[in-house]
Each structure stands twice: as C-alpha cells, then as structure tokens.
C-alpha cells in the first residue's frame, strides 16, 4: 500500500493500520534497550518534579495555550 493509497482512506480506516503497525512492533520496541543518557535525562526531570522545581503540564492544557484544537 502506497502512502498516496493511505491518504485516500477514512481516518478510521488509518487509525486501524496504526494500531496494527504498533502492535506489530511492539515486541521489538520492548526487546530494545533504552540508551543510559536518556535514562538519566528522565530520572533529572522526575526528580526536578518531585522536588517541586518543574511541575507536569496537562497535554491539552498544553495544546489549547497555543490556540491548537
């Protein structure tokens, strides 16, 4: 299937391929190992929340700050 093909389809029908191509990879996303730097970028912010020096955005809250529907 061409991407030409795909953009001819209804949204539901690509939110089906979507689901299945995540399901699909799955197993190998899983089986891969996450790099030490991007561990230790996640564990900075964590504790950066934790300690109440950032503080977790809503994603939609986020989204509609930029006018985005």
């Known amino acids: ?15 089906q391929i979507m689901e299945a191509l995540w399901e699909d990879l ?20 964590r504790a950066r929340v934790k300690s109440g020096e950032e503080r977790l955005l809503d994603w939609d809250a986020v989204k509609n700050s930029y006018g985005h529907k």
Request: avoid cysteine; proline fraction near 9%.
């Open 1 to 15: 299937m061409s991407i030409t093909e795909i953009r001819k389809l209804p949204l539901h029908e690509k939110f």
């Open 26 to 45: 799955r197993p190998e996303i899983e089986k891969t190992d996450i790099p030490e730097h991007h561990k230790k970028l996640l564990d900075e912010r």
